[in-house]
């Protein structure tokens, strides 16, 4: 079955840097990449998605981009601010199937 | 709340005791899941159903059993034989055949054994 990797487990940062979080996932077939963001006692939400037919995707300060060949991919937050801190999660998942493949998760601590 | 509703917020069940988590959602979605959410391991599958009457099970479905008699409802109960039940149990729903949409998740029971 598909596995997902996630790096790093934790990762600080200081308000305004950038913090990038990678993910590299096992089955070639997969093309749906979602990332998830979990607050401190709440449920997951839906962030950014990407298929495997483009390379990269924004949305203000997130971006995720994908490498099919290489079979990674990854969030990146821009100008970090403290209420980007949580626990994000990526997930891959084959367009025919509905399952969708979870990383452990990152946990990011941004400093004021 | 967001469609998808888990009840109770919390939960305590005494050693021996069976317990049964409730998930219901009015998204119309084929697919409903249930996850266990320990610190540092992640989101763990238990069970998962694609239609009615029907489910299989997840990575760690031992002391757990589900079912799914609407498609609005998959409950969860924990039962005796599951030996560390203390967790975060989140249900999430998303539509079938495709998970191109992602999954919407409830807002979680947290259970305790006391």
């Known amino acids: 079955g598909e596995n997902v990797e996630q790096h790093p487990s934790t990762l600080s940062v200081q308000e305004g840097d950038s913090a990038v979080i990678k993910c590299t996932y096992s089955?070639?077939?997969?093309?749906?990449f979602p990332w998830y963001k979990q607050e401190l006692g709440k449920r997951p939400q839906l962030i950014i998605d990407?298929?495997?037919?483009?390379g990269e995707k924004k949305d203000q300060r997130i971006a995720v981009t994908l490498n099919k060949t290489a079979k990674h991919f990854s969030l990146h937050i821009t100008e970090t601010q403290p209420e980007d801190s949580a626990v994000y999660f990526c997930?891959?998942?084959?367009?025919?199937?509905?399952?969708?493949?979870f990383g452990k998760g990152t946990l990011l601590t941004v400093n004021p | 709340d967001g469609g998808i509703t888990q009840s109770p917020k919390y939960l305590f069940r005494k050693e021996g005791q069976n317990v049964t988590l409730s998930c219901e959602q009015n998204?119309?979605?084929?697919?409903m899941y249930w996850y266990r959410q320990d610190p540092g391991q992640g989101l763990r599958l238990i069970y998962y159903s694609q239609i009615v009457n029907d489910f299989q099970k997840g990575d760690i479905a031992e002391g757990y059993s589900v079912s799914r008699e609407k498609k609005e409802s998959f409950p969860l109960t924990v039962t005796s034989a599951q030996k560390n039940p203390t967790a975060f149990y989140l249900c999430?729903?998303?539509?079938?055949?495709?998970?191109?949409?992602?999954?919407?998740f409830g807002s979680g029971t947290r259970l305790t054994v006391v």
């Open positions: 998204l119309n979605h084929d697919a």
């Open positions: 089955d070639s077939a997969s093309n749906y």
């Open positions: 997930a891959a998942s084959k367009g025919s199937n509905y399952k969708l493949t």
């Open positions: 990407i298929r495997s037919n483009v």
């Open positions: 999430a729903s998303s539509i079938f055949p495709t998970a191109y949409y992602g999954y919407t």
